[in-house]
């Protein structure tokens, strides 16, 4: 679907790379720095909400492909880190408010009770507006040794990522669609490059920027990105029918219960993974010429198509 030229990585190459270290190491920093970020003053009902599901666990797959992003450019987690931590409150507040009862009213999230189950929906919208607001407050408050310049794009990309252009366009068609078995590829392609994939490459590509990667790398990155944001996607969509509960810390079979149109739905399971690799295997060809420094987000676009959750 979206094609490179450069030159293919083989699979072993990429998988000698100690993913599951890297991935752990990471997601430690990240987990503390998200943990730092939000202590509890007044009033405390509020950032106890926001706390609760910022600090529910999660892959931290946003924040850790800025970091990597960052690093494949020679930055410094000083540079990225509080932008990684923006993402995933980002990310965070995305998921609040798509629990709740007024979109896909789902009680479940990161195997706990969804936001507003625990404090209300009241409470909940607030929690999501206010993890929003601070991610930005954040990104200018926090980063360091980064020029204003550099700042500012990023804050662009995320302002973008979450709007009409992104998040938001992506969940309104969705919810449009909702009830719809007979929604083309394309309107799919259009939901899941909004709703998912737009803040997935805000997330790599705003790791380079920081690092003051060149117009030619964040084209590379771009396809990266692209890439596995799609094919994210049809694994979500594949685990919404294969995983469990357990597995995915959120109900599971709901896609099939919402009478959502999916990958799986549209190609069928088999198709549906076959594609998914297709994308991941075009990721991998996009950072090639990077050489050995590309590994760890070579191996994280594998890690995506092999994920159980
Ligand atoms: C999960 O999708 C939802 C998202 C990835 C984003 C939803 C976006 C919004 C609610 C817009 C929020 C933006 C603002 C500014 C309020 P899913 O329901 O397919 O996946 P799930 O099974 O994990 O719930
Ligand atoms: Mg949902």
Redesign the pocket.
């Known amino acids: 679907m979206i094609t490179t030229e450069a030159k293919m990585v083989t699979s072993e190459t990429v998988i000698n790379f100690d993913l599951e270290t890297y991935l752990k190491d990471k997601k430690a920093i990240v987990d503390q720095a998200l943990d730092d970020s939000l202590p509890i003053i007044d009033p405390e009902k509020i950032y106890e909400a926001m706390r609760y599901s910022l600090l529910a666990g999660g892959k931290r797959l946003r924040p850790i492909l800025c970091l990597g992003a960052c690093e494949l450019f020679g930055g410094t987690q000083t540079m990225s880190l509080p932008t990684a931590c923006a993402l995933e409150m980002i990310?965070t507040?995305?998921?609040i408010?798509?629990?709740l009862p007024a979109?896909?009213n789902?009680d479940y999230?990161r195997g706990k009770l969804t936001n507003h189950k625990m404090y209300g929906e009241d409470i909940a919208i607030l929690a999501?507006?206010g993890l929003?607001a601070y991610a930005f407050e954040f990104v200018v408050d926090k980063t360091e040794n980064v020029t204003p310049e550099r700042i500012l794009q990023v804050i662009f990309r995320l302002g973008r990522a979450?709007?009409a252009r992104g998040?938001?366009g992506?969940?309104v068609v969705?919810l449009d669609c909702e009830g719809k078995t007979d929604i083309s590829v394309e309107t799919l392609n259009f939901i899941h490059t909004h709703?998912?994939g737009a803040?997935l490459e805000t997330s790599v590509l705003s790791g380079a920027i920081l690092a003051g990667a060149s117009e030619e790398d964040l084209e590379n990155l771009t396809l990266y990105a692209q890439n596995i944001g799609l094919a994210f996607q049809i694994i979500?969509d594949i685990l919404?029918i294969t995983a469990t509960q357990e597995e995915l810390g959120?109900?599971a079979g709901?896609?099939l219960t919402a009478q959502?149109a999916t990958y799986p739905s549209i190609w069928g399971l088999e198709e549906s993974k076959k594609q998914a690799q297709k994308l991941i295997d075009e990721a991998v060809n996009a950072l090639t010429i990077y050489g050995e420094k590309a590994f760890p987000l070579q191996a994280i676009a594998q890690f995506i198509v092999n994920r159980k959750f």
């Open positions: 990310h507040m995305s998921l408010h798509d629990d979109m896909d789902d999230r999501g507006d929003l979450v709007g998040l938001v992506g969940q969705d709703k998912t803040l979500d919404d959120k109900t709901k896609d959502k």
